[in-house]
């Protein structure tokens, strides 16, 4: 049973734009804090965002000022909306949700490709 649907990966040049979506459950999307993640050939997996119910959010350094993580309550989608890519920005990203003792769900994963 797929938990979370990711979409919005592709190759784009240093300096673009993606945007990511991640799409789940009204349950899931409601009761918990949402974030991406990727990982690059060769390396580990690292937090990239995280948007709590609330909506504070949270950036790993290396994308603060560049991305923005957001929620739409409508459609129970959390997005990842990444402006001026660098290379070091590729990766697969992952989307995902995690509740303590209950479950720990991944997205499908969705490749990113910036070039220089």
């Known amino acids: 049973q797929v938990q979370l649907v990711e979409s919005g990966g592709g190759l784009v040049q240093a300096g673009g734009s993606l945007r990511l979506s991640c799409a789940t459950s009204?349950?899931?999307?409601?009761?918990?804090?949402m974030s991406w993640y990727r990982q690059a050939p060769g390396k580990q997996r690292e937090l990239v965002a995280t948007?709590?119910?609330?909506?504070?959010?949270n950036y790993a350094d290396s994308v603060k000022g560049r991305f923005t993580i957001s929620r739409d309550n409508a459609s129970y989608t959390v997005y990842l909306q990444m402006n001026s890519l660098k290379p070091e920005d590729t990766a697969v990203y992952y989307c995902?949700?995690?509740?303590?003792?209950?479950?720990?769900?991944w997205g499908q994963g969705t490749q990113v490709t910036v070039s220089s």
């Open positions: 948007i709590s119910t609330g909506s504070s959010t």
């Open positions: 995902n949700v995690r509740r303590p003792f209950a479950y720990d769900y």
């Open positions: 009204r349950t899931i999307f409601r009761l918990n804090t």
